[in-house]
Structure formats: structure tokens, C-alpha cells
Nanobody
Framework: QVQLVESGGGLVQAGGSLRLSCTAS????????MGWHRQAPGKQRELVAF???????NAADSVKSRFTISRDNAKNTVYLQMDSLKPEDTAVYYC???????????????????WGQGTLVTVSS
């Protein structure tokens, strides 16, 4: 019913920048919070940043001075601008969205916590 498609991952040198994008499509009435998580090799998945429909944001202390999350509600898209990248930022980054299922003017009453497949970000030293 819903798909999240991510783009923007890749290989970058330390100190460089990368911009991740994630677009939701399918049976969508509305989307509440959207966010990004990451999982480094051998570690647990952690929250990177999230943003509400109204634009309120929060980010992990390890990235808040370097990463910026934003969204375009008309496009059902969330972005993560990553600057001053460090080797410790290397991880698989996952997009997620809290979705109210339905369509234009129609809410089914069902809610879905949707996840993307993940995109690999590798930062070389």
C-alpha cells in the first residue's frame, strides 16, 4: 500500500557533504512524523533526526550541529542534509514515516509505521 524510496547514499571523503532524499507513495491520507535512523556495522539502530508535519525537528547530539532534516509535504518527501561528514557517520541510513492510510479526503482509520530499504553511506578517512 505504501512505499518509501530513498536516494543519495554513496561514498564520500571526511569533511564532505551528502544529501539523502526519501519519498513516500501509495495509499496516503496524511503523514505525521518523518525521520531518519542509521545502523553502523556491529551496532544497534539509532535515531538520527525526525521532523513533524508542522516542521518541528530534533536530532541526535552526535549530528545536530552538522545534519539538517527538512520535508516537503506536497511531495511527501523528507531530506537529510549531511555536512562535515566523519568516518563514524558510516552506516546504513533508513527512512521512516508515520502514515495515516487512505487517499485524498479519505482516512481508513489505519496507521502504518513505514520503513525504507536503507541506503549505505560510507565516509572515508
Amino acid at each position: 500500500q505504501v512505499q518509501l524510496v530513498e536516494s543519495g547514499g554513496g561514498l564520500v571523503q571526511a569533511g564532505g557533504s551528502l544529501r539523502l532524499s526519501c519519498t513516500a507513495s501509495g495509499s496516503i491520507f496524511s503523514i505525521n512524523v518523518m525521520g531518519w535512523h542509521r545502523q553502523a556495522p556491529g551496532k544497534q539502530r539509532e535515531l538520527v533526526a525526525f521532523i513533524t508535519r508542522g516542521g518541528s525537528t530534533n536530532a541526535a547530539d552526535s549530528v545536530k550541529s552538522r545534519f539538517t532534516i527538512s520535508r516537503d509535504n506536497a511531495k511527501n518527501t523528507v531530506y537529510l542534509q549531511m555536512d562535515s561528514l566523519k568516518p563514524e557517520d558510516t552506516a546504513v541510513y533508513y527512512c521512516n514515516a508515520d502514515i495515516l492510510l487512505g487517499g485524498t479526503g479519505y482516512y481508513t482509520g489505519r496507521r502504518l509505521d513505514a520503513w525504507g530499504q536503507g541506503t549505505l553511506v560510507t565516509v572515508s578517512s
